[in-house]
């Protein structure tokens, strides 16, 4: 695993370990890390799902502004690796 996933395994338990992020994007972390965390040959399609997984995210209505600036900051380091 690349230092980038870690990185950015590392953010995503962060947002699932915040008490004020709701339930169900709180799942959808949780399949966005196991995406991740999956050893697939092909590396970038693996990171351009999650990419548009977190992209779906972002568009929440009810995630805290912090989270969705986490979120960016995650598409951004997974760009660097795609």
Same mark, same amino acid.
């Given at each position: 695993m690349t230092d980038v996933k870690k990185e950015v395994l590392e953010i995503l338990?962060?947002?699932n370990g915040?008490?004020?992020v709701p339930?169900?994007?709180k799942q959808?972390?949780?399949?966005?890390?196991l995406i991740l965390k999956n050893n697939s040959d092909?590396?970038?399609l693996q990171i351009n799902k999650v990419l548009q997984e977190i992209d779906d995210l972002a568009e929440e209505n009810n995630l805290p502004d912090y989270t969705r600036t986490q979120l960016?900051? %995650? &598409?951004?380091l997974l760009e660097? %690796? &795609?």
């Open positions: 338990n962060s947002i915040d008490s004020r339930r169900n994007v959808k972390i949780e399949e966005v890390g092909n590396t970038a960016w900051n %995650i &598409v951004s660097t %690796i &795609v």
